[in-house]
């Protein structure tokens, strides 16, 4: 019968541990970005190497690309394009020194448009600009930090594909 309430309560024990031990590992941390306005359409998350986040998304109101990432204190915020309706459809990628890569539609003039940080300012460019193309982007970075993007042609109902060279 002591063997048994042994075995019992090393039981309870382990149970009540491995329980708690589930919660201890934590849970979803929410929190706000960004509240200046309507903000936060069309988002697109990266993790850096020390696991912070970088998120590319539309400034809705001002129809804005924007930027931002999380420094281990605080979210930092940058107007990456701001020319007329931009900012749709973002998808982002860091590169090997940990700057962001951003591809996103242009609804102004219905463009693709591709969006680095070299380290000072933001380079952007113009990838097609065939009217209605580069909806439904996806970027991804190879080993040498060139941008391969996926995007939509609504005008031909074509999947397309942009990569450097």
Do not use: C
């Not at 993790?47 to 129809?63: A, F, K, T, V």
């Not at 804005?64 to 931009?86: F, H, R």
């Not at 190879?142 to 391969?148: C, K, L, P, T």
Request: proline share 2%.
């Amino acid at each position: 019968m002591r063997r048994f309430r042994f075995v019992l309560v090393i039981g309870l024990i382990f149970a009540t541990w491995q329980i708690s031990s589930s919660f201890a590992w934590g849970g979803w941390i929410i929190q706000p970005v960004d509240s200046e306005g309507t903000v936060g359409h069309y988002t697109s998350i990266a993790l850096d190497s020390s696991d912070y986040p970088h998120i590319s998304y539309q400034d809705y109101g001002n129809e804005d690309l924007k930027y931002a990432w999380w420094d281990g204190k605080s979210w930092i915020i940058q107007t990456v394009d701001s020319e007329e309706a931009v900012g749709k459809h973002t998808s982002i990628a860091l590169d090997s020194s940990g700057y962001p890569h951003i591809s996103y539609y242009d609804e102004t003039v219905r463009d693709l448009k591709y969006a680095r940080w070299n380290g000072t300012d933001w380079i952007i460019q113009t990838l097609e600009s065939e009217e209605a193309v580069g909806e439904f982007t996806s970027i991804a970075l190879d080993f040498s930090d060139h941008a391969h993007i996926s995007y939509g042609d609504w005008r031909k109902d074509d999947l397309k594909y942009a990569g450097w060279d």
